[in-house]
Every structure is written in structure tokens, then in C-alpha cells.
């Protein structure tokens, strides 16, 4: 069984930072790429930042400059260091993760529960 276990959520103040992580755990033979999406009310989940195993990253427009997705392969985890922080931002913010578990023929995409977080004005 293959779990993502998100932390780092929280409140903040607009201009302030957070740093979220998110830990692949479980019988994994590969990952190949991880992502952060986020959600807000009403609104279709979105993809903020991912990045392939190799390290190559793109992120929404909103969030370049201000937000940098980084990965260790060793740990199996993901992290979302966000900066700059603005109202705006404020969402349930969940990792992803393409995983291919031991014993299984190919990769199936994983979710983590998700993590809130809030900027105050």
C-alpha cells in the first residue's frame, strides 16, 4: 500500500512563507513525477508546480517567481517552498505523485489527503 502524508500547511500572513512536504511511503519501486495541486471551494483542483524525476519543474504563472518545487529521490518527498505569500493563495493544497508499487506491472497516480493553507490579509 502506497501513502502520500502531506505537512506544513497552516496560517500565514500575506507576504509571509510556508513550506509543505510530502512523503511517499509504502512498497515503491519508482516514482516519476510529483506534483502539488490546489483546491478552493466551488473550484476545479489545480495544478500549481510538478516536477519529473529528473528535476525539471514548471509551475502555474500565478505562483513563478514566488513558489519553488523541489524533490529528494532518496526520501521519496516532495517539497512546495512558498514565498510572497497572497490571499489569493489560500487553498487545500495536495500532493501527487506517479508511483509504480513493487509487485505491480505499471504507475497509477497517488494522492495525499491535503493540507490547508490560509493567508490572512
Known amino acids: 500500500q502506497v501513502q502520500l502524508v502531506e505537512s506544513g500547511g497552516g496560517l500565514v500572513q500575506a507576504g509571509g512563507s510556508l513550506r509543505l512536504s510530502c512523503a511517499a511511503s509504502?512498497?515503491?519501486?519508482?516514482?516519476?513525477?510529483m506534483g502539488w495541486y490546489r483546491q478552493t471551494p466551488g473550484k476545479q483542483r489545480e495544478l500549481v508546480a510538478g516536477?519529473?524525476?529528473?528535476?525539471?519543474?514548471n509551475y502555474v504563472d500565478s505562483v513563478k517567481g514566488r513558489f519553488t518545487i523541489s524533490r529528494d529521490n532518496a526520501k521519496n518527498t516532495v517539497y512546495l517552498q512558498m514565498n510572497s505569500l497572497k490571499t489569493e493563495d489560500t487553498a487545500v493544497y495536495y500532493c501527487n505523485a506517479d508511483v509504480w508499487p513493487r509487485g505491480r506491472s505499471s504507475y497509477s497516480k497517488y494522492w495525499g489527503q491535503g493540507t490547508q493553507v490560509t493567508v490572512s490579509s
Open positions: 516536477i519529473t524525476s529528473g528535476g525539471i519543474a
Open positions: 509504502g512498497s515503491i519501486f519508482s516514482i516519476n513525477g
